[in-house]
């Protein structure tokens, strides 16, 4: 089983920015797509950026469009989130797996607060 570890998420006012990353045991990270989700207490885990195993498409929920971009660099096994120009309503604990109906066990995520 692929275990992941998400990182680089806090506490950060409104118009800020974060870089989120993701680290995956395992090499067949390399040939899977790869997803950003988040989630706030009482709702579903939400799909925000999508990336293709090889990095040369992405694609964006339109609540984040223009302002998040998603990476990954293979080689260390691991996805990026740069978040931009947050707001209130980022706020949530946001993890990286699977782009696909087939996902791996979720890693304990990143908390993200941003605050007005």
């Known amino acids: 089983q692929v275990q992941l570890v998400e990182s680089g998420g806090g506490l950060v006012q409104a118009g800020g920015s974060l870089r989120l990353a993701c680290a995956a045991s395992s090499i067949i990270f390399r040939i899977k797509p790869m997803g950003w989700y988040r989630q706030v207490p009482g709702k579903q885990r939400e799909l925000v950026a999508g990336i293709t195993s090889g990095g040369s498409s992405t694609n964006y929920a339109d609540s984040v469009k223009g302002r998040f971009t998603i990476s990954r660099d293979n080689a260390k096994n691991t996805v990026y989130l740069q978040m931009n120009s947050l707001k209130p309503e980022d706020t949530a604990v946001y993890y990286c797996?699977?782009?696909?109906?087939?996902?791996?066990?979720w890693g304990q995520g990143t908390q993200v607060t941003v605050s007005s």
């Open positions: 797996n699977q782009d696909s109906r087939t996902i791996w066990a």
